[in-house]
């Protein structure tokens, strides 16, 4: 299982970005459960800011309310963030972050490779 990231770039403050993120996996059966985005600052801890749990209802980090939204499309298995009002302290690597089972296998966490955005003040 694999998650290919893009959309990432500089942008300046006040501006929108939108990331997107793709499941590939082509070993049959997939069954995509959670679906969010993490970020991870320079000198900051990985931090959850928006999660679409199968099922459930989004939850979105306070810092992101109202700015930032989450959607999936499970036609395509993938899994969007649209990015307004962008300010500087939103400049981080933005990874995907996928709950997935192989049928056999039992749910197992994935993870993109990071895409970086920038906020320029």
């Known amino acids: 299982v694999q998650l290919v990231e893009s959309g990432g770039g500089l942008v300046q403050s006040g501006g929108s970005l939108k990331l997107s993120c793709a499941v590939s996996y082509s070993g049959g059966v997939l069954n995509i459960y959670d679906m969010g985005w993490y970020r991870q600052a320079p000198g900051k801890q990985r931090e959850l800011i928006a999660v679409?749990?199968?099922?459930?209802?989004?939850q979105y980090a306070d810092s992101v309310k109202d700015r930032f939204t989450i959607w999936r499309d499970g036609a395509v298995k993938s899994v969007y963030l649209q990015m307004n009002s962008v300010k500087p302290e939103d400049t981080a690597v933005y990874y995907c972050?996928?709950?997935?089972?192989?049928?056999?296998?039992?749910?197992?966490?994935?993870w993109g490779q990071g895409t970086l955005v920038t906020v320029s003040s």
């Open positions: 972050n996928v709950v997935a089972a192989i049928p056999w296998r039992g749910r197992q966490t994935y």
């Open positions: 679409w749990p199968d099922g459930g209802k989004i």
